[in-house]
């Protein structure tokens, strides 16, 4: 089992930035990748972006691409999604996810665990 703890969303205003966090715990001995998922009021899960085990490679949304980074720390045990340039689509509930298997992982089938999401909200 793992456990995911997401923090660091909030109120802010288009234009502006927030970074998310995630820290995970339980078997961190398991290479898992690891994805940041939003649900917008109304719409399905998506994903946002991820990360492959070693967080070397990545993988980012077209709506989010050269504003949203992800990056992980396997010593940490964290994986994080900085936010920039920040628009009203981004509102959303964001997800942190971990699946086993290591390589970059688009699709929310693949992860096995979820944390319990963190609201970001982007007034225009």
């Known amino acids: 089992q793992v456990q995911l703890v997401e923090s660091g969303g909030g109120l802010v205003e288009a234009g502006g930035s927030l970074r998310l966090s995630c820290v995970f715990s339980g078997r961190t001995n398991i290479k898992y990748a690891m994805g940041w998922f939003r649900r917008a009021p109304g719409k399905e899960r998506e994903v946002v972006a991820a990360v492959d085990w070693s967080g070397f490679s990545t993988y980012y949304t077209e709506s989010v691409t050269g504003r949203f980074t992800i990056s992980r720390d396997n010593l940490k045990n964290t994986v994080s999604l900085q936010m920039t340039s920040l628009k009203a689509e981004d509102t959303a509930i964001y997800y942190c996810?971990?699946?086993?298997?290591?390589?970059?992982?688009?699709?929310?089938?693949?992860?096995?665990?979820w944390g319990q999401g963190t609201q970001v909200t982007v007034s225009s």
């Open positions: 996810a971990a699946g086993p298997g290591g390589v970059v992982m688009t699709t929310p089938g693949s992860y096995d665990f």
